[in-house]
């Protein structure tokens, strides 16, 4: 009996600068967790409001995963110091969660990360986020001492060790 249900592949490909689809999604899904969740912040108006400028051209990257021309969800990875890198900025279109988006940007953000030499990723995030949580320590993350930060959401710092 054939199948109803139509298995779609998730591509997982670098952001285009100056492509306007990528560029409203980084914003909308971004802001979308972000404001469902808690308040949105100084660092968040900048990296959303000027990607390119403030994560590309300071030697960062972006993902984006897409199911044909829709963008299911975004992951940057930003150039910190002696060698780590932070994922910033993950988020997930609310009716794509469950489908495996989020391990797909993971895994395309960690191989980015060992490709470029890094010693580590590290992340911040929050506890409330459980699904996010779940996600990161199933990709190898672990829990480390939360250092002073920029974010007032910020309960949990998360490091992979490469």
């Known amino acids: 009996m054939p199948s109803n249900t139509t298995q779609t592949t998730i591509r997982v490909v670098p952001y285009v600068p100056g492509d306007p689809t990528h560029r409203s999604a980084f914003r909308a899904l971004n802001m979308a967790w972000i404001e469902e969740y808690f308040a949105v912040e100084g660092r968040d108006r900048i990296e959303l409001d000027d990607p390119e400028r ?11 995963a897409e199911d044909g021309t829709t963008v ?5 990875l930003i150039p910190e110091h002696d060698g780590a890198w932070e994922l910033v900025k993950m ?3 609310r009716e794509a969660r469950g489908r495996g988006v989020g391990r797909a940007l993971g895994e395309a953000m960690i191989a980015k990360a060992r490709s470029l030499g890094a010693s580590r990723v590290e992340l911040l995030s929050n506890t409330v986020l459980t699904p996010a949580i779940s996600l ?4 190898g993350f672990v829990q480390v001492p939360l250092p002073a930060t920029d974010y007032a959401r910020a309960n949990i710092k998360m490091v992979l060790t490469l």
């Open 136 to 139: 990161y320590r199933a990709l």
């Open 72 to 76: 299911l969800g975004v992951v940057a």
């Open 54 to 64: 403030h994560i590309l051209a300071t030697g960062g990257h972006i993902f984006v």
């Open 91 to 93: 988020a997930v279109a």
